[in-house]
């Protein structure tokens, strides 16, 4: 597989090339950078489009040398060119338009048809679909990620992509690695949405330069910039759990170079509900707190853009028996009860610099320190986790020869020490450090046209992995108008944290057993895994309203798999390294189109396949849906004068039957059936907007009201042999309904 790769990394020879271009990038009015800008030498067919990053390149034309940048909603600008070097082109809004009307002509969720990498970006139009608490709860209207709960007792939230949890997402803040290790399982709640400016969505191996870790594909959120961010911005929120949230933003521009804004949030959840009668919690009481300070210093004329965050967290959750009372009841069999305190300090920065007299090349630097503690007990068992993290990143672009081939290379250095202790039917401290230093180059060739390849690789050595190599290509090519075609293949390794990412099993009375195979990670050897993609997009016009069908095939091919096998009885879970085949098999196909102005409609069907051999055999993976279907229609009125606006927003989610872990050596009051049935989930959100800096919104969860039967096997003995709460399909609390607000000041 190797030999494979190396000749793809020289399939394309680095060509000479004489003809000129020119390079530029698009902003708006707010500096905000401009999607799909249309480029194009006045007079001639020779046009582009601005990418995700605002950027463009265009061959130089003989015929002209007037270039006309256009956006909807936006006045034309016209540049006569008379110079080579990067243009930093500014669109005015058009005078009979209002503020609010141009965000309203991008779009909330952007496929790329530009990068060879399959990315999509969700904007904040999209996040504010729904209410979108914290980053977990924001994927309800996107079909390429699958929310589920991870078990019926902590509340907690986890995601899916390609049909694979998410440790084998390598989910990033701004580039910077940030959910992993001990915050894997409750790091993305630990995200307000009102932070986050903007997230993008890569399917497949990703890119070197982020790291060896992903398998299945990356999420990287952007944060808000204070350089242009809101004065003051408030977000109030409350539901029919008694679950209260309060996030506000103050921010100061310094200077015109120097900005800050400080984020604070703070929540809560108070009520006891106990809807399915079982006298266990349907949802955990506690609080957060949530603080963090962002500068941002951006000198244009000298190059230099710098990030500087500094970020604090404490967050207490009380799940169980609805009479569990910590201060009598902790670690004893007088009723059932956990707690999970959680504290968090980060501390991290970037710095970037563009050569001035060499636009085409740039350096940028990563630092980053997390503290992560976590104190936790489910019952009688007890988890304790604190890892101390560092993270560093040197990153250098340049060109080769020309501007069609570009390449990134650099070093980065992570350094992890863990303090884990675990007590369930044994007590052992398995405290360790993990380091690792790599090396990556990632070459970029582009023809302007109609194809392209990114070709990277990285030599990392690893104190517990090894010195491995990592493999990544992604093939990009247009082959009509408006159409693209990508492929894609790349290797991930990581060290499974089989305790931290699979913490929904303390909350069952299974006895836990590790089976050695002499490896460096709790007796296991790492998790190696192929992922092989290939999709589809084909935007066109139906009807005369702008349409677009997208197909996905991916594949990820297990080497080896830290196992974890909850079927070969359901009074234990076994961790082994595989033996045999683990593959996952992802099928999506979606449809989008604008039925009429301001009304849009998107479709998606999803077919897993997903299949270990455990010690039992080879079985599907358990609570793992095989069909999906999803569908999300949102209107919105004309914006009048002053801003005001009505926004409707319905999303469906339809899940097929589910394999259930095994149970039928139970007693017949505690077996599960075979299959979990199918159903069906309905949220709904009305917005409305009173002006450009107030509105008000109101919405529905689970609307249809259904509930899954038996969700605690033997809540009626929690501390029996039988008791099991993390096999759950469906969800829990049943309907829910919110309302809240939002204030800005400009």
């Not at 993305?188 to 949405?193: K, T, Y």
């Not at 998606?604 to 793992?624: E, I, R, S």
């Not at 039967?709 to 003995?717: K, L, Q, R, S, W």
Request: proline share 2%.
């Amino acid at each position: 597989m190797f030999k494979k790769i190396k000749i793809l990394l020289f399939l394309f020879p680095i060509i000479s090339w004489s003809q000129q271009t020119v390079e530029g990038i698009v902003y708006d009015d707010l500096n905000e950078v401009i999607m799909g800008a249309t480029v194009f030498w006045e007079g001639t067919d020779v046009a582009t489009t601005s990418d995700e990053s605002g950027k463009f390149i265009i061959k130089k034309s003989d015929k002209s040398s007037v270039l006309v940048i256009s956006y909807l909603g936006f006045e034309s600008t016209k540049m006569t060119i008379t110079s080579e070097k990067v243009l930093s082109i500014k669109l005015k809004s058009a005078n009979q338009l209002t503020t609010i009307e141009l965000v309203k002509t991008k779009k909330s969720t952007e496929h790329s048809m530009f990068k060879a990498t399959n990315v999509q970006t969700m904007g904040q139009k999209e996040l504010l679909k729904a209410a979108c608490c914290n980053i977990s709860e924001s994927f309800t209207t996107n079909p390429s990620i699958d929310v589920n709960y991870s078990d019926a007792v902590t509340g907690n939230k986890q995601i899916k992509m390609l049909g694979l949890t998410s440790p084998y997402i390598l989910i990033a803040e701004e580039n910077i690695p940030s959910v992993r290790g001990a915050s894997q399982a409750y790091g993305l709640s630990f995200v307000p949405g009102t932070w986050v400016e903007s997230i993008q969505i890569t399917k497949g191996a990703g890119s070197v330069i982020n790291g060896y870790e992903s398998i299945s594909g990356q999420i990287n959120y952007e944060l808000l910039k204070p350089a242009n961010d809101d004065q003051f911005f408030a977000n109030a929120y409350a539901d029919m759990s008694e679950r209260y949230e309060l996030n506000t933003h103050f921010n100061n521009k310094l200077t015109d170079k120097l900005s800050t804004t400080l984020f604070v949030h703070g929540s809560a959840r108070l009520g006891k509900n106990d809807l399915n009668h079982d006298h266990f919690l349907d949802n955990p009481i506690g609080k957060q707190v949530n603080v963090l300070n962002r500068w941002q210093y951006n000198d244009v004329e000298s190059g230099i853009v710098s990030f500087l965050n500094l970020r604090y967290m404490k967050d207490d959750k009380q799940a169980g028996q609805m009479h569990f009372n910590p201060d009598t009841d902790k670690l004893t069999t007088n009723h059932w009860g956990s707690e999970i305190e959680t504290e968090k300090f980060e501390f991290s920065n970037k710095i970037g610099y563009v050569f001035k007299d060499i636009p085409y090349q740039s350096l940028g630097f990563q630092n980053s320190f997390q503290s992560h503690t976590q104190n936790s007990y489910f019952g009688l068992n007890q988890y304790n986790i604190d890892q101390k993290s560092y993270y560093s990143n040197l990153l250098f672009n340049s060109i080769i020869s020309n501007t069609k081939n570009k390449f990134t290379t650099g070093i980065n250095f992570t350094f992890d020490k863990y303090k884990e202790f675990v007590a369930v039917n044994f007590a052992r401290d398995f405290s360790r450090i993990d380091n690792s230093v790599g090396a990556f180059f990632e070459y970029n060739y582009d023809n302007l046209d109609d194809f392209q390849v990114v070709a990277g690789i990285r030599l990392d050595n690893h104190n517990r992995l090894g010195t491995f190599l990592t493999p990544r290509v992604h093939i990009r090519y247009n082959p009509w108008k408006d159409a693209v075609l990508r492929t894609s293949i790349g290797r991930g390794k990581r060290a499974a944290n089989i305790f931290a990412e699979n913490q929904q099993l303390f909350a069952s009375n299974r006895t836990f057993s590790i089976q050695n195979n002499n490896g460096k990670l709790y007796g296991l050897n790492p998790e190696i895994a192929w992922n092989y993609g290939l999709s589809f997009i084909q935007n066109f016009k139906l009807f005369g309203k702008e349409a677009a069908f997208i197909l996905d095939y991916y594949r990820t091919d297990f080497q080896n798999q830290a196992v974890v096998d909850v079927d070969f009885s359901p009074q234990q879970v076994l961790f082994y390294d595989l033996n045999g085949k683990s593959v996952a098999n992802s099928f999506q196909a979606e449809f989008n189109v604008e039925l009429k102005k301001h009304l849009n409609l998107k479709t998606a069907y999803k077919y897993y396949d997903v299949n270990t051999d455990f010690t039992v055999g080879n079985l599907q993976k358990a609570l793992q849906a095989k069909n999906r279907f999803f569908a999300n229609l949102s209107y919105e009125t004309h914006i009048l004068d002053k801003g005001q606006q009505w926004k409707f927003d319905v999303t469906y989610n339809w899940l097929g039957k589910q394999r259930l872990p095994i149970t039928s050596s139970n007693p017949s009051q505690y077996q599960l059936a075979e299959f979990g049935e199918a159903f069906a989930v309905v949220n709904a959100q009305i917005t409305r907007t009173f002006s450009s800096t107030f509105e008000m919104y109101i919405g529905g969860e689970n609307m249809g009201n259904y509930k899954q039967n038996n969700a605690i096997v033997g809540a009626d003995n929690p501390f029996g042999a039988y008791f099991d709460s993390s096999m759950i399909y469906a969800p829990v609390f049943g309907q829910m309904y919110y309302a809240g607000l939002r204030f800005k000041i400009k």
